[in-house]
């Protein structure tokens, strides 16, 4: 695969797709929930991953692809070969409600290994992007390395309701954590809060519940700039499965998940 000519081609199919989501904003938009009335999906997230679909299948037919709303219509069961991970809107709540704050994210994965991350602030019309080994982008402006900072200085992005009993981690360790803290922030797009990460404007990001497609580029970025990623018990990240999600500074990523830290 020519990564480089892979890249020219992505960028310009990715800018096409946040034109016509912008465009989409003067037409009515279709709103379903899936799993809940947090879960939400519209014919715009549909006919944007349709069409990445179709330009992804015209330039290689044999690239595999992992959408979020099944627009490929592929069982994705392994990473062997090249395969592409789509979410057409990351944010789609952000969408619906604010017309701002969502993005669409592509990661470029060969064997397994994150080639190439694309991910692309619509409204904003920032591109940030990766391509392994040869640092992170945000339109064409490189971002730097991530600098130390200790814990009582870091704004982290996280959910507020896990301040709350709830049935998936220690509420305590995250009230002690958010004391310990900086700040934190919850911007509702996760990959917006893993570029926040990569750019220094956050310094970590908890998710207790991410897919594929929401991570997939944004490791790429990150992993550009020195930022750690791991699930929230310190594994490898698998991109087959829905799993809990830390992208950080490494300077605080150990002590963050280790100290307040506890799945239940
Ligand atoms: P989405 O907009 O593509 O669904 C919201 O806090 C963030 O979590 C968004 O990036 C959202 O992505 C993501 N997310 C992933 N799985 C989700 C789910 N089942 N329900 C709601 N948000 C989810
Ligand atoms: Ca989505």
Not at 10 to 20: D, H, L, P, Q, Y
Not at 29 to 49: P, R
Not at 99 to 117: E, K, L, M, P, T
Request: hydrophobic share 45%; glycine share 8%; charged share 20%.
């Amino acid at each position: 695969m020519d990564i480089q000519a892979v890249h020219d081609y992505t960028v310009t199919i990715i800018k096409e797709a946040g034109e016509r989501i912008r465009k989409s904003f003067f037409e009515t938009m279709q709103i379903e929930i899936k799993s809940g009335a947090n879960d939400l999906v519209t014919n715009i997230d549909k006919e944007t991953e349709a069409f990445l679909v179709k330009k992804i299948r015209a330039y290689d037919a044999t690239f595999r692809i992992l959408g979020e709303e099944g627009m490929a219509q592929e069982q994705i069961t392994s990473l062997d070969g090249v395969v592409w991970m789509v979410d057409p809107i990351d944010g789609t709540m952000n969408f619906v409600r604010q017309h701002r704050n969502f993005a669409i994210s592509i990661g470029i994965y060969v064997d397994g290994i994150g080639q190439a991350g694309y991910i692309y602030d619509v409204v904003a019309d920032e591109l940030y992007y990766a391509l392994k080994g040869q640092g992170a982008y945000v339109n064409g402006q490189r971002l730097s390395p991530l600098e130390a900072l200790p814990l009582n200085e870091a704004i982290v992005g996280m959910n507020a309701v896990w301040a709350t009993p709830n049935p998936h981690v220690e509420h305590e360790g995250i009230i002690q954590l958010i004391r310990t803290l900086r700040g934190t922030r919850s911007l509702g797009s996760a990959t917006l809060e893993i570029v926040a990460v990569a750019t220094g404007r956050m310094d970590a990001y908890l998710s207790l519940r991410l897919s594929p497609w929401d991570i997939a580029a944004g490791i790429i970025i990150a992993n550009e700039v020195g930022a750690v990623s791991s699930t929230l018990d310190c594994r490898d990240v698998n991109l087959l499965t829905q799993d809990t999600f830390v992208v950080a500074n490494p300077s605080i990523h150990k002590k963050l998940v280790g100290d307040y830290i506890t799945l239940k």
